[in-house]
């Protein structure tokens, strides 16, 4: 059920676990993957973790998400587990995909987790046609559609928001801009100054919000929830944070400075939020240092646990292809 | 405070090393987790590598150069804060190991091919033949219905056609009987998958099987013998302990580079190039006839050649044959002498231009000036490849043989040719 | 056969799929551009939309990519949805979510999820529709891993194939030529389907045999009766299905005549019947050829405007003819 990150101490100690797994498991990934003991790329949500949680706390358990090329924090607020995730990126055969997916490609469908996506705007039409299928069947379910900046400039996202708007679909549009598509800023590729008045252009209501900030994007992102719920139609959330990380890991970061990514890191997140309920009285700092804790001690195990388990085999690659009847 | 690793970073897929090409810090200097340290050239852009930990840089341990991916370059002392999951990678496995379901291999079919073929309606009149024979046969005017097929399950081949095709030489076919319209040869499936007990009698059909499959496409070659009584004194008195088939062996060959047409092999509808002599021995063993091939065995110190030989004869009769001696051959040889054959026609090893039959080396009555005496001879025969050369090079090569064994010096070196007789 | 059988065209056959599909199952909709009110830009959909109702049979803004991603989004979500695409060339607007996701989901999720939908388009030229609106670009889909792709030739197919492709829990792609909307034939009343991946042996012949698809079947069926005439004696196969293609009654048939005539609208280079006759010499039936295998093929070029232009660029009966007579006389 839906829960706020500071009104109750569960709400707070939930959030924050949350975020500092998703940061633990992006530090891991970032880790195997320099040693080169990881396979691929890897796209990194160090930096956005407010937005991804405080979004997925704003839904119910059988509400359904799609995700991006940058959604391990997506899949880890909807409650992945965390193993089976890192499993996949280690290409082991008790991966969610069984190592044919891949960082770009986790999904959970029985759970709500309709699938990250590796083209951009990719799962936007996707996320419509599932409020679709909600909406036909009479469902209260509600999809909230992650994204990024860039995608909004492509087509498919223009396309969905219109037929989902037309329809009243019971869908959220999240789009976490983080200020660069992958090196071309958001003030290059945009003649409109943010992402939520585009909105207007569709009929539907756009709200910005800042994304480093955990309770603010609750909020914003549960209204939108509730909205789509009643029967009211789409809402496009603009939900503003930075990555740390480059784009990928050949990113070079030419195309921003030091002092901005160091201006931004200060300003972490995680950090920030607990100065906020340490404030508040939510969390005692035992209880943070808890929760950091349970944090790392989660991700190494699931590495440990994962890395024991055997390779993705080949053998049955061909039958894979098809669904049997 | 525990000694933390930067490492090497994979900065891009591809990446798997980097030059470190200089360093921003000293040993002895703080750095944060995040701080870059040093600079590094990879296979694609120059990058900047950041700190993973906090401390003191205890240790440089590459100031330039290059590093493979996830090795360490320098050492900081400071707080573990877990954060090294690479680490985790390279713990010993814990010992519940959580297994994938390993599928039951099938179970293996004991008879029939591999492939199930669809049931083709037999009688459609259509006789299976590769494509080029099915060429050949429309240009030579043959019908394939009256073609012998070697290939299975009826399949006509080029040979086959070939066989058929009238040609204008006179060649003297070989006195063995022309191999019978084939039994397919054994799958190579049934011969494996066949229960263990009947081992020998499967081993021994899969030898013949082999031979049969070599020996086969040889009836259809148009091959001719020529014989020649060759005296053997003077060269015995000269091989100071050298085996005959040394001996024999290596005047063989000399002799063949001088009538190159019998280095030829028939290959892809004509005679290939003259290579250098490369001949097979043909070895008697319980695993059936091998052929260890002797590249120019002329060349070289004879005494070598024969030790060579013996070691290989030897290893060859133990079922061991060293890679080197698989080589392509253009001609053989074949003694039967020891067992007191006096001599036999040997049937060609295609694609070879000749192989040279010998029987027992012996005492026999010859002519000589005023009457009868004794001499040491052997009856050779030269088959040879008639698409690769006439009657006239058989017996060049013979005479040539010949020559070397009376000069009693049958080494490599030519002397010049002595031949006076002109080719024909 | 089976049961009852009457005369109706190809478009009504498959206007009767879609209809009883959706009578038996709440999870079957179609979505499409003009498919309500006005019936379909090909008279399609028909009545449909008064029967079932504005949700499921459901007009779209021109929007083929949200629409083909739209079906994705719901047969992930457990519905059975059929997209029309207005003309099939209009699939290139829609090509990441039929190529990038569609088809690989079910796998690149290790199987976790599967995409049950299918996508119906009108393929082919004759119409005078010109280059952008005429194009038989069966190959390109064929050639994807994870997607099913039919080629219904007559009404009974374009019914019984459109049944089985909902079944199936697979994207499928089914591309209706243009020119067999108006032609009738014998269809079953009832809800038959017919299986996907099995090719039909619409003549059997001892000289030659051609196999052809969509609405070159239909064309060498003529073809043969007109070469019978002449004394020539033709086996004319339907694959149906291209993929997955079931080539073992094509070997058989080949094997037995010696001589393979492949007829397709699509221009050759790449095309279709270029993997039917490697299928051909891949296989033991390479040993009974007679002669090589040859391709009928659409010419290589953008299909014009002008109609005598427009007949010129693809197979006609007349060719089908002279290739087969040719392919006699040269072997």
Same mark, same amino acid.
């Given at each position: 059920?839906?829960?706020?990150?500071?009104?109750?101490?569960?709400?707070?100690?939930?959030?924050?676990?949350?975020?500092?797994?998703?940061?633990?498991?992006?530090?891991?990934?970032?880790?195997?993957?320099?040693?080169?003991?990881?396979?691929?790329?890897?796209?990194?949500?160090?930096?956005?973790?407010?937005?991804?949680?405080?979004?997925?706390?704003?839904?119910?358990?059988?509400?359904?998400?799609?995700?991006?090329?940058?959604?391990?924090?997506?899949?880890?607020?909807?409650?992945?587990?965390?193993?089976?995730?890192?499993?996949?990126?280690?290409?082991?055969?008790?991966?969610?995909?069984?190592?044919?997916?891949?960082?770009?490609?986790?999904?959970?469908?029985?759970?709500?987790?309709?699938?990250?996506?590796?083209?951009?705007?990719?799962?936007?039409?996707?996320?419509?046609?599932?409020?679709?299928?909600?909406?036909l069947?009479?469902?209260?379910?509600?999809?909230?559609?992650?994204?990024?900046?860039?995608?909004?400039?492509?087509?498919?996202?223009?396309?969905?928001?219109?037929?989902?708007?037309?329809?009243?679909?019971?869908?959220?549009?999240?789009?976490?801009?983080?200020?660069?598509?992958?090196?071309?800023?958001?003030?290059?590729?945009?003649?409109?100054?943010?992402?939520?008045?585009?909105?207007?252009?569709?009929?539907?209501?756009?709200?910005?919000?800042?994304?480093?900030?955990?309770?603010?994007?609750?909020?914003?992102?549960?209204?939108?929830?509730?909205?789509?719920?009643?029967?009211?139609?789409?809402?496009?959330?603009?939900?503003?944070?930075?990555?740390?990380?480059?784009?990928?890991?050949?990113?070079?970061?030419?195309?921003?400075?030091?002092?901005?990514?160091?201006?931004?890191?200060?300003?972490?997140?995680?950090?920030?939020?607990?100065?906020?309920?340490?404030?508040?009285?939510?969390?005692?700092?035992?209880?943070?240092?808890?929760?950091?804790?349970?944090?790392?001690?989660?991700?190494?195990?699931?590495?440990?646990?994962?890395?024991?388990?055997?390779?993705?085999?080949?053998?049955?690659?061909?039958?894979?292809?098809f669904a049997q009847a | 405070?525990?000694?933390?690793?930067?490492?090497?970073?994979?900065?891009?897929?591809?990446?798997?090393?980097?030059?470190?090409?200089?360093?921003?810090?000293?040993?002895?200097?703080?750095?944060?987790?995040?701080?870059?340290?040093?600079?590094?050239?990879?296979?694609?852009?120059?990058?900047?590598?950041?700190?993973?930990?906090?401390?003191?840089?205890?240790?440089?341990?590459?100031?330039?150069?290059?590093?493979?991916?996830?090795?360490?370059?320098?050492?900081?002392?400071?707080?573990?804060?877990?954060?090294?999951?690479?680490?985790?990678?390279?713990?010993?496995?814990?010992?519940?190991?959580?297994?994938?379901?390993?599928?039951?291999?099938?179970?293996?079919?004991?008879?029939?091919?591999?492939?199930?073929?669809?049931e083709?309606?037999?009688?459609?009149?259509?006789?299976?033949?590769?494509?080029?024979?099915?060429?050949?046969?429309?240009?030579?005017?043959?019908?394939?219905?009256?073609?012998?097929?070697?290939?299975?399950?009826?399949?006509?081949?080029?040979?086959?056609?070939?066989?058929?095709?009238?040609?204008?030489?006179?060649?003297?076919?070989?006195?063995?009987?022309?191999?019978?319209?084939?039994?397919?040869?054994?799958?190579?499936?049934?011969?494996?998958?066949?229960?263990?007990?009947?081992?020998?009698?499967?081993?021994?059909?899969?030898?013949?099987?082999?031979?049969?499959?070599?020996?086969?496409?040889?009836?259809?070659?148009?091959?001719?013998?020529?014989?020649?009584?060759?005296?053997?004194?003077?060269?015995?008195?000269?091989?100071?302990?050298?085996?005959?088939?040394?001996?024999?062996?290596?005047?063989?060959?000399?002799?063949?580079?001088?009538?190159?047409?019998?280095?030829?092999?028939?290959?892809?509808?004509?005679?290939?190039?003259?290579?250098?002599?490369?001949?097979?021995?043909?070895?008697?063993?319980?695993?059936?006839?091998?052929?260890?091939?002797?590249?120019?065995?002329?060349?070289?110190?004879?005494?070598?050649?024969?030790?060579?030989?013996?070691?290989?004869?030897?290893?060859?009769?133990?079922?061991?044959?060293?890679?080197?001696?698989?080589?392509?051959?253009?001609?053989?040889?074949?003694?039967?002498?020891?067992?007191?054959?006096?001599?036999?026609?040997?049937?060609?090893?295609?694609?070879?231009?000749?192989?040279?039959?010998?029987?027992?080396?012996?005492?026999?009555?010859?002519?000589?000036?005023?009457?009868?005496?004794?001499?040491?001879?052997?009856?050779?025969?030269?088959?040879?490849?008639?698409?690769?050369?006439?009657?006239?090079?058989?017996?060049?090569?013979?005479?040539?043989?010949?020559?070397?064994?009376?000069?009693?010096?049958?080494?490599?070196?030519?002397?010049?040719?002595?031949?006076?007789?002109?080719?024909? | 056969m089976t049961e009852t059988a009457r005369e109706i065209t190809y478009s009504e056959a498959i206007r009767e799929a879609i209809g009883q599909a959706m009578e038996a199952d709440e999870s079957v909709f179609m979505l499409g551009e003009d498919i309500g009110v006005y019936g379909g830009a090909f008279g399609v959909s028909g009545d449909l939309y008064h029967r079932f109702g504005a949700d499921r049979i459901r007009d779209?803004?021109?929007?083929?990519?949200?629409?083909?991603?739209?079906a994705?989004?719901a047969a992930?979500?457990g519905m059975r949805p059929i997209v029309e695409i207005q003309f099939s060339?209009?699939?290139?607007?829609?090509?990441?979510?039929?190529?990038?996701?569609?088809?690989?989901?079910?796998?690149?999720?290790?199987?976790?999820?599967t995409?049950p939908m299918v996508l119906r388009a009108p393929l082919g030229?004759g119409t005078?529709?010109?280059?952008?609106?005429?194009?038989s670009?069966e190959?390109?889909f064929a050639?994807?891993?994870?997607l099913k792709v039919v080629m219904p030739a007559t009404a009974e197919d374009a019914k019984g194939l459109l049944l089985s492709a909902i079944d199936d829990p697979n994207p499928v792609i089914v591309l209706e030529h243009k020119l067999l909307y108006r032609t009738s034939g014998p269809v079953p009343e009832d809800a038959v389907r017919v299986p996907l991946g099995k090719t039909a042996v619409r003549r059997t012949g001892?000289?030659?045999t051609i196999v052809a698809t969509g609405v070159m079947v239909g064309r060498s069926l003529e073809a043969a009766g007109v070469l019978a005439d002449?004394?020539?004696d033709v086996s004319v196969l339907d694959p149906r299905t291209l993929s997955p293609l079931d080539d073992a009654p094509i070997?058989e048939d080949?094997?037995?005549?010696? %001589?393979? +005539?492949?007829v397709q609208e @699509? /221009?050759?280079?790449?095309?279709?019947?270029? #993997?039917? $006759?490697?299928?051909?010499?891949?296989?033991?039936?390479?040993?009974?050829?007679?002669?090589?295998? %040859?391709? +009928?093929?659409?010419?290589? @070029? /953008?299909?014009?405007?002008?109609?005598?232009? #427009?007949? $010129?660029?693809?197979?006609?009966v007349?060719?089908i003819?002279?290739?087969?007579?040719?392919?006699?006389?040269?072997?």
């Open positions: 059920m839906p829960l706020s990150p500071i009104e109750t101490a569960a709400g707070a100690r939930h959030a924050l676990l949350t975020m500092w797994t998703t940061r633990r498991f992006e530090e891991a990934v970032d880790d195997l993957f320099a040693r080169g003991l990881m396979h691929g790329t890897m796209h990194l949500s160090i930096g956005q973790e407010a937005s991804a949680t405080g979004a997925c706390m704003a839904l119910r358990d059988d509400d359904a998400i799609t995700s991006t090329h940058r959604g391990h924090g997506h899949c880890i607020g909807k409650g992945a587990d965390l193993t089976r995730m890192m499993a996949e990126l280690l290409a082991k055969e008790t991966g969610y995909c069984r190592g044919r997916g891949g960082s770009m490609h986790i999904a959970d469908v029985a759970t709500g987790n309709l699938g990250a996506n590796g083209i951009v705007g990719g799962g936007i039409p996707i996320a419509a046609g599932a409020a679709l299928a909600y909406q069947r009479g469902e209260d379910h509600v999809v909230a559609c992650f994204f990024g900046d860039g995608a909004t400039n492509e087509g498919a996202f223009h396309e969905a928001v219109n037929l989902a708007a037309i329809w009243k679909l019971p869908v959220v549009f999240i789009c976490e801009n983080n200020k660069y598509g992958m090196s071309f800023s958001t003030e290059k590729s945009m003649a409109v100054d943010t992402i939520a008045e585009r909105a207007s252009a569709y009929g539907i209501p756009g709200v910005g919000v800042d994304g480093n900030d955990v309770a603010a994007v609750y909020d914003v992102v549960h209204a939108a929830v509730e909205r789509a719920r009643a029967g009211d139609g789409p809402t496009l959330v603009e939900s503003v944070t930075y990555r740390h990380k480059g784009h990928s890991k050949s990113d070079k970061n030419l195309y921003r400075t030091r002092e901005e990514i160091s201006e931004w890191r200060d300003k972490d997140p995680i950090l920030q939020f607990e100065g906020v309920v340490r404030e508040r009285g939510l969390l005692s700092d035992e209880e943070i240092q808890a929760a950091r804790t349970e944090a790392m001690e989660s991700i190494r195990n699931a590495v440990r646990t994962a890395n024991a388990a055997p390779d993705a085999d080949p053998s049955d690659l061909l039958d894979a292809v | 405070m525990t000694r933390l690793a930067i490492r090497m970073p994979k900065m891009s897929m591809t990446m798997t090393e980097g030059e470190v090409s200089s360093w921003m810090v000293k040993v002895g200097d703080e750095i944060n987790d995040g701080d870059i340290v040093c600079e590094v050239m990879t296979d694609k852009v120059d990058m900047d590598v950041e700190s993973p930990v906090s401390g003191t840089l205890v240790e440089i341990v590459v100031e330039s150069g290059l590093v493979a991916v996830g090795e360490p370059i320098g050492w900081v002392e400071g707080e573990d804060d877990g954060g090294s999951f690479g680490d985790l990678l390279m713990a010993p496995e814990t010992p519940e190991q959580v297994e994938a379901p390993v599928p039951e291999p099938d179970p293996v079919a004991d008879t029939g091919p591999a492939t199930p073929e669809p083709h309606p037999r009688p459609s009149g259509i006789v299976p033949a590769v494509p080029r024979a099915r060429g050949l046969a429309r240009e030579l005017g043959v019908d394939l219905a009256t073609v012998t097929p070697s290939g299975p399950e009826g399949l006509v081949r080029v040979a086959d056609v070939e066989a058929l095709a009238p040609t204008t030489q006179p060649a003297t076919q070989p006195a063995s009987q022309p191999a019978t319209p084939s039994a397919p040869p054994a799958p190579p499936q049934a011969a494996d998958s066949t229960r263990p007990a009947a081992k020998q009698s499967d081993r021994r059909a899969a030898i013949r099987a082999v031979v049969a499959r070599t020996m086969t496409p040889s009836a259809a070659i148009p091959q001719f013998t020529v014989w020649r009584e060759l005296h053997l004194d003077d060269a015995n008195a000269t091989r100071n302990g050298l085996s005959w088939t040394t001996v024999l062996l290596r005047t063989y060959a000399a002799s063949l580079r001088e009538v190159p047409e019998l280095l030829s092999r028939w290959e892809d509808d004509r005679a290939s190039e003259a290579g250098p002599p490369s001949i097979a021995l043909a070895v008697a063993t319980d695993r059936g006839l091998m052929v260890p091939t002797f590249s120019e065995p002329d060349l070289g110190d004879a005494a070598d050649v024969d030790a060579e030989i013996r070691e290989v004869v030897a290893a060859v009769q133990k079922g061991r044959m060293d890679r080197s001696y698989l080589g392509i051959a253009n001609g053989s040889l074949s003694n039967l002498g020891g067992l007191g054959v006096d001599r036999f026609q040997a049937l060609l090893t295609p694609p070879q231009g000749s192989v040279l039959s010998l029987g027992s080396i012996k005492r026999r009555p010859v002519a000589v000036p005023g009457g009868v005496g004794t001499a040491l001879t052997v009856e050779a025969g030269l088959t040879v490849d008639h698409r690769v050369a006439d009657g006239i090079h058989a017996a060049q090569l013979l005479d040539r043989m010949a020559s070397r064994l009376a000069q009693g010096s049958p080494q490599g070196s030519t002397q010049g040719s002595t031949q006076g007789s002109t080719r024909a | 779209t803004p021109i929007s083929e990519l949200g629409i083909v991603g739209a994705v989004g992930l979500a060339d209009f699939t290139n607007q829609a090509m990441d979510q039929i190529v990038n996701q569609a088809a690989k989901i079910h796998f690149m999720l290790g199987g976790a999820a995409v030229s005078g529709a010109a280059a952008q609106h005429s194009q670009l190959a390109w050639h994807v891993p994870g001892s000289d030659l002449q004394g020539v070997l080949v094997a037995r005549t010696g %001589r393979a +005539l492949l @699509a /221009p050759g280079h790449v095309g279709f019947t270029a #993997e039917i $006759a490697a299928r051909i010499t891949e296989s033991p039936t390479l040993y009974r050829l007679l002669a090589p295998i %040859r391709r +009928l093929s659409g010419l290589n @070029a /953008p299909i014009p405007y002008a109609p005598q232009l #427009e007949t $010129a660029s693809v197979p006609q007349p060719d003819v002279d290739a087969a007579l040719t392919l006699i006389k040269e072997s």
